[in-house]
């Protein structure tokens, strides 16, 4: 039998490409079609941060439509957009946003999540919104496209930018910032020409575009994760003590010396600001209102991970379970041995029997280290000690949790002396982890409260985080007004001087459906 391997590759895809492809393989007496199949799609993120005016409020950072959209996996191949949402959502936490970072929503987790965004925000507070993935723009508006689009999307199947902006503004904010790090091609197969609200005249709002009207945005890919272009640049400049424009305006610069993406792509700024606002700007001191008390409290209720267990197993075997967010709606579970009787030769924990709920790889679960789990980025700092031999195992989708996450730890053990293998199971229940409170599954309207009630944590989680925010007004007591100078964060290490060197490879950011 002979056995023919064929290769088909399109160096640089574009939307013209975009469609079902079937491979027929024949001879004079037979032919036989392959399955159809679509090419690799990229992921996609976006991050809506808000800065409190008295206190700080959230900041969504959503790889919403795949960071990764469009397939549920697919940040596994393109790995850019994870990466940006990750580092760019540690630059505005140490600028003193709230930070939720979500991946792989579909459209009605969108729409819930754009909610709950909204929720947060109030008057003077600082807006942001960053988008990396699949995205278009028709007549002016800028459209997000989520994972569970069809492949001939339309305006219905997506998120209009601009009439998020619009409900922004209904909450007097001070500062509106969209950074938009997506195609910006028409889309052929929409016509419709949304009409958004009618904005106000605010002069608060930065529109940061990471390419130009009817061109296409880029990322370099490369084996190891790294940073898309966009983020490449600004995360050498985001947490300067600057006007936002003078702060975007020198990112355009330093991606204008980038010999492989000149000519193809450039960012664009669009901006009414009128007033010197940074996102360094402290956050004004005052009497904190009970609404606003009431917003972070919630946010922080969001934000709560399991505390670590410890199983007592009836052969003596003591098991640790620890926990992790990757990201708001992704937990990395970390399970070792502590302890086990000397009659006991060997002995294994692993997760299983988790609900169909979240979304799990079953060959990367119970892995010996993060990237074998799955995990890209590291978190071992919100991990034990790897002094100690553990297993690591990376749980989904979160936001589509509908009860409480519960799953099983099996052990197997041998006794000395013995060939049989001995297994043992104990179910946990750890609550609804981080986002899953929020129930983004479930329909919102725009004037609707919050899905989400204190009512769901339990006392001591409220108590403390009570504390932790009581804590937060006290060291912000000392901080300045908004918009007088302030000492501005540095960049974290590592960011500058890595990414100067073109890099060989690139391709389109939303393409690659």
Known sequence: MQVLFVTFQIPCVTTAHRGQYRCKVFNLFHEVWSERKRPDSTCSCWICAVKGFIVNVACFLCDVFSVHIFCLNCFHSFRNPMADVHELSNLLRQMDFKVVSLLDLNWQEMHSAVTEFLLLLGKGVYGLLYFAGHGYENYGNSFMVPIDAPASYTSEHCICVQNILTRMQEKETGLNVFLLDMCRKRNPNDEVVVQPGLLKVTANIVFGYATCVDAEAYEMREEDVSNGIFISFLKRHICQDEKVTVMLDRVAEDMGRLEITRGRQALELRSNLSERRSLTDLIQTSDCSAASSARNLQWAVAHVLPKSHFIH??????????????????????????????????????????????????????????????????????????????????????????????????????????????????????????????????????????????????????????????????????????????????PIAGHTGTNNQPRSHYTPRDNLE
């Open 313 to 490: 197993f009836e052969c003596g075997v003591k098991v640790q379970l620890g926990f992790a967010a990757e990201f708001s709606n992704i937990m990395v579970i970390y399970t070792r041995i502590l302890d086990k009787p000397k009659e006991i030769a060997s002995c294994s924990a692993q997760l299983t029997d988790f609900p169909e709920d979240v979304d799990i790889d079953l060959k990367k679960s119970n892995q010996a280290t993060l990237v074998e789990a799955g995990s890209l980025l590291l978190i071992k700092e919100q991990l034990p000690s790897p002094e100690l031999p553990g297993l690591y195992t990376r749980i989904c989708s979160l936001q589509r949790l509908k009860k409480e996450l519960t799953f099983a730890v099996c052990l197997r053990y041998i006794y000395v002396n013995l060939e049989e293998e001995v297994e043992e199971k104990q179910a946990v229940t750890v609550g609804k982890p981080l986002v899953s409170k929020l129930n983004l599954h479930q329909p919102r309207t725009s004037s609707a409260s919050s899905s989400l009630s204190l009512d769901s944590c339990t006392l001591s989680e409220v108590s403390s985080l009570s504390e932790e925010f009581a804590s937060l007004a006290s060291n912000l007591s000392s901080g300045s007004r908004r918009g007088t100078p302030s000492t501005g964060c540095q």
